[in-house]
């Protein structure tokens, strides 16, 4: 076991890679994160929580049952694409899902150029896009609700048959799944890659990201720069191109809003982010004058 001295331990979250000293058995240092994986804090608090770093993929897992939801789909997309991690969907239980095609039509419109794929491992549905994830060197962050199948994925990955993660069933009434993952956990897979297996996520706040709204809905971006005015909202502006998309059914409005309600959001959260960070300098700028008044004091 590393040790791990008390000045590092704040901050240090699954996926960070560290230099250690073999002799003394201690980590001295942790190195620089390529990515960064964050939401927003469940509940009231806007503040970001790091869910993973030195993520390559994001393998959003989402069940073809009571769990599956496209507003959630986009939102975890957003989230990927917002910290520059590429994504990939995987729609699990395919297996136990009435209108699979449907449901995977329906995903592909949301994601975009984003892979989408309809898998059960249990019932060997669509092993080879599963298995083609896992690459030497490459690191997967499992992103999801519980009980749709991220400890099967990882049970599969480490060995067919071995089942090293706890898996749990499902309620049948809602399709609801308990929390067998209660922490996050790096796997190392025989393929030579990491896997991040996570708990179970249903909300999925977002704290900023640069683009991740506008690569998630690059559809309606790419129509809103025909719009008369730069700084167009889309709600009933002249000359609005996206308005003149949705009369004419190049846009779906549903997803135009849903769009225009994430934009909200991730404004909101930069705004209380600078907010916060205003009110930290603001103390540390009042701490050091009063260190620099007391020191003249006491000469």
Same mark, same amino acid.
């Given at each position: 076991?590393?040790? =791990?001295?008390?000045?590092?331990?704040?901050?240090?979250?699954?996926?960070?890679?560290?230099?250690? %000293?073999?002799?003394?058995?201690?980590?001295?240092?942790?190195?620089?994160?390529?990515?960064?994986?964050?939401?927003?804090?469940?509940?009231?608090?806007?503040?970001? @929580?790091?869910?993973?770093?030195?993520?390559?993929?994001?393998?959003?897992?989402?069940?073809?049952?009571?769990?599956?939801?496209?507003?959630?789909?986009?939102?975890?997309?957003?989230?990927?694409?917002?910290? @520059?991690?590429?994504?990939?969907?995987?729609?699990?239980?395919?297996?136990?899902? *009435?209108?699979?095609? +449907?449901?995977?039509?329906?995903?592909?419109?949301?994601?975009?150029?984003?892979?989408? %794929?309809?898998?059960?491992?249990? *019932?060997?549905?669509?092993?080879?896009?599963?298995?083609?994830?896992?690459?030497?060197?490459?690191?997967?962050?499992?992103?999801?609700?519980?009980?749709?199948?991220?400890?099967?994925?990882?049970?599969?990955?480490?060995?067919?048959?071995?089942?090293?993660?706890?898996?749990?069933?499902?309620?049948?009434?809602?399709?609801?799944?308990?929390?067998?993952?209660?922490?996050?956990?790096?796997?190392?897979?025989?393929?030579?890659?990491? =896997?991040?297996?996570?708990?179970?996520?249903?909300?999925?706040?977002?704290?900023?990201?640069?683009?991740?709204?506008?690569?998630?809905?690059?559809?309606?971006?790419? #129509? !809103?720069?025909?719009?008369?005015?730069?700084?167009?909202? %889309?709600?009933?502006?002249?000359?609005?191109?996206?308005?003149?998309?949705? @009369?004419?059914? +190049?846009?779906?409005?549903?997803?135009?809003?849903? +769009? @225009?309600?994430?934009?909200?959001?991730?404004?909101?959260?930069?705004?209380?982010?600078?907010?916060?960070?205003?009110?930290?300098?603001?103390?540390? !700028?009042?701490?050091?004058?009063?260190? #620099?008044?007391?020191?003249?004091?006491?000469?």
């Amino acid at each position: 076991m590393l040790l =791990v001295p008390r000045r590092l331990r704040e901050g240090l979250v699954a996926g960070d890679w560290v230099a250690w %000293h073999e002799g003394r058995g201690a980590v001295e240092q942790v190195l620089p994160r390529f990515s960064c994986f964050e939401r927003r804090r469940p509940g009231r608090a806007e503040r970001a @929580q790091v869910v993973a770093a030195n993520v390559d993929v994001a393998v959003v897992v989402m069940a073809l049952d009571g769990d599956f939801s496209v507003r959630r789909l986009s939102r975890y997309l957003a989230l990927a694409h917002g910290h @520059q991690v590429e994504p990939c969907v995987l729609l699990t239980k395919a297996a136990l899902a *009435a209108d699979v095609e +449907a449901r995977v039509r329906e995903a592909r419109i949301a994601a975009r150029s984003v892979p989408v %794929h309809a898998v059960d491992v249990v *019932a060997g549905i669509g092993l080879d896009a599963v298995s083609a994830l896992v690459e030497e060197g490459r690191t997967l962050a499992l992103l999801g609700s519980s009980g749709v199948g991220k400890s099967t994925l990882v049970n599969h990955w480490l060995g067919v048959g071995e089942h090293l993660v706890r898996t749990a069933e499902t309620r049948a009434s809602d399709g609801t799944g308990r929390h067998t993952t209660t922490h996050r956990e790096l796997h190392r897979l025989p393929g030579g890659g990491l =896997v991040l297996d996570t708990p179970g996520m249903r909300e999925v706040g977002l704290v900023g990201g640069d683009d991740g709204v506008e690569r998630t809905f690059d559809d309606i971006a790419e #129509v !809103a720069r025909g719009c008369r005015f730069r700084d167009c909202l %889309h709600q009933g502006e002249p000359g609005c191109a996206v308005a003149r998309a949705i @009369q004419g059914g +190049a846009l779906d409005a549903e997803r135009v809003a849903e +769009a @225009q309600g994430l934009g909200r959001e991730r404004t909101r959260a930069e705004r209380r982010a600078w907010e916060r960070d205003l009110k930290t300098k603001s103390r540390q !700028a009042s701490r050091a004058l009063r260190e #620099v008044l007391a020191r003249k004091g006491r000469t």
